[in-house]
């Protein structure tokens, strides 16, 4: 079964700073897709980012990209310029591109605190 | 175009009684799942559902727990004979085929007394 472990429970980062958050997961799958979302205390679960595993680019949403190591499964998101608004829990999800079984399986999250 | 509607956004029960919740999913989409979260928990697949049928039922719990997606209305998830460990935010997402990214609705948080 895949895992998805998300190593850091709390980060924190200044205000218009770059931080990193990191996020591995164990699959003998060589193709799926990978997803960043984020939860803010509203609770919503907002989509950030996709990365599909057979693309080698490493996709990128505005001021949020992704580090993909496929070799070392390794799907790292970078939020540059932070802003307040980006505190919030961040979720990594993995899904398999296999038909039947779509279902997403979620890291535990890391909670960003951005300070002003 | 209406995200995917989760109702009631709370819902409080006693032990023993029953809880429904209920998810509409985006305009055209007619492929439904449900998560569970517990506190300081990621969330946990429960179903896939697509329209009268239930794909993937390997998260739900044996007893108690059922679901469905009728061909007319919105998707049900039913607990019978809730416990104090049912509390949790249940979220149901929907897509529009399966191999599309899933949006997310904005959760049921059930308590139990």
């Known amino acids: 079964a895949q895992t998805v472990t998300q190593s850091q429970p709390e980060m924190s980062v200044q205000e218009a700073e770059t931080v990193t958050l990191s996020c591995t997961y164990d699959?003998?799958?060589?193709?799926?897709?990978l997803f960043w979302y984020k939860q803010p205390p509203s609770r919503q679960m907002i989509l950030v980012i996709r990365?599909?595993?057979?693309?080698?680019q490493n996709a990128t949403e505005n001021r949020f990209s992704v580090n993909f190591q496929k070799a070392a499964k390794s799907f790292s998101l970078k939020i540059s310029d932070s802003q307040l608004g980006d505190a919030a829990m961040y979720f990594c999800?993995?899904?398999?591109?296999?038909?039947?079984?779509?279902?997403?399986?979620f890291g535990k999250g890391t909670k960003l605190t951005v300070n002003p | 175009n209406a995200g995917v509607m989760q109702n009631p956004r709370h819902l409080v029960r006693r032990r023993g009684q029953e809880a429904r919740l209920r998810c509409s999913p985006m305009?055209?989409?007619?492929?439904v799942y449900w998560y569970r979260q517990l506190p300081e928990e990621g969330l946990k697949f429960m179903v896939y559902?697509?329209?009268?049928?239930?794909?993937?039922e390997s998260g739900m719990p044996k007893e108690r727990f059922s679901a469905e997606f009728p061909k007319e209305g919105p998707s049900i998830l039913r607990i019978q004979q809730v416990v104090r460990g049912d509390s949790a935010a249940y979220f149901c997402?929907?897509?529009?085929?399966?191999?599309?990214?899933?949006?997310f609705g904005d959760g049921t948080r059930l308590s139990i007394l």
């Open positions: 997402a929907s897509s529009l085929q399966s191999n599309q990214p899933q949006h």
């Open positions: 699959t003998s799958e060589s193709d799926y897709y």
């Open positions: 990365q599909e595993a057979y693309k080698q």
């Open positions: 999800a993995y899904r398999t591109s296999q038909g039947g079984s779509e279902k997403l399986v």
């Open positions: 305009k055209g989409h007619s492929h």
């Open positions: 559902l697509q329209k009268e049928n239930i794909i993937d």
